[in-house]
T-cell receptor, first 108, second 116 residues
Framework: QKEVEQNSGPLSVPEGAIASLNCTYS??????FFWYRQYSGKSPELIMF????GDKEDGRFTAQLNKASQYVSLLIRDSQPSDSATYLC????????FGKGTRLHILP | GAVVSQHPSRVICKSGTSVKIECRSL??????MFWYRQFPKQSLMLMAT?????????EQGVEKDKFLINHASLTLSTLTVTSAHPEDSSFYIC????????????FGSGTRLTVV
């Protein structure tokens, strides 16, 4: 069974701090990984994808991938209240497998 | 790029009636589309994978005769909830994959179905 595991949270982070979201996956065949943000009552929105080991930065977001450890993370710098949402990690082999999501709450 | 349009955004129907939800890829061709259901405060649940020109593949526990999926073109997939009951009330979301953004899935805006 291919799985993507995330801590459900909630993860509470003070405004302006760095939020760190983590994810592990079981399928070594997964080639690419994605982070989605989902606000309550809305559909998920793709914010980052990564397929090479190391870091990938886009604005305040940095995705990190370690294929040897089967570990993906998302860092959000200078956290804002508007970053409060559920973050879904996903891995892709022949299809995309989603984790159950981590609820992030940015404290004003 | 990679815009997926879903319609309607909200629908209320009477128990026993059928409801059709449309999912369109606006600026790319989607040979495969996916239908998810999400209950409040729960995670996404994949219902079925829709392939253009062929039968949909349903996940275990999803009734194919109740949730009819049609993917007649490279830009349109439809989900029909037949003989809807109150327990079918949920947030239904489609997604599509194209050769952009790392082949990630782009989601439609979702349809809030309420069966009364």
């Amino acid at each position: 069974q291919k799985e993507v595991e995330q801590n459900s949270g909630p993860l509470s982070v003070p405004e302006g701090a760095i939020a760190s979201l983590n994810c592990t996956y079981s399928d070594r065949g997964s080639q690419s990984f994605f982070w989605y943000r989902q606000y309550s009552g809305k559909s998920p929105e793709l914010i980052m994808f990564i397929y090479s080991n190391g870091d990938k930065e886009d604005g305040r977001f940095t995705a990190q991938l370690n294929k040897a450890s089967q570990y993906v993370s998302l860092l959000i710098r200078d956290s804002q209240p508007s970053d409060s949402a559920t973050y879904l990690c996903a891995g892709r082999d022949d299809k995309i497998i989603f984790g159950k999501g981590t609820r992030l709450h940015i404290l004003p | 790029g990679a815009v997926v349009s879903q319609h309607p955004s909200r629908v209320i129907c009477k128990s026993g009636t059928s409801v059709k939800i449309e999912c369109r890829s606006l600026d790319f061709q989607a040979t495969t589309m996916f239908w998810y259901r999400q209950f409040p405060k729960q995670s996404l649940m994949l219902m079925a994978t829709s392939n253009e020109g062929s039968k949909a593949t349903y996940e275990q526990g999803v009734e194919k005769d109740k949730f009819l999926i049609n993917h007649a073109s490279l830009t349109l997939s439809t989900l029909t909830v037949t003989s809807a009951h109150p327990e079918d009330s949920s947030f239904y979301i489609c997604s599509a994959s194209g050769a952009i953004r790392g082949y990630g899935y782009t989601f439609g805006s979702g349809t809030r179905l309420t069966v009364v």
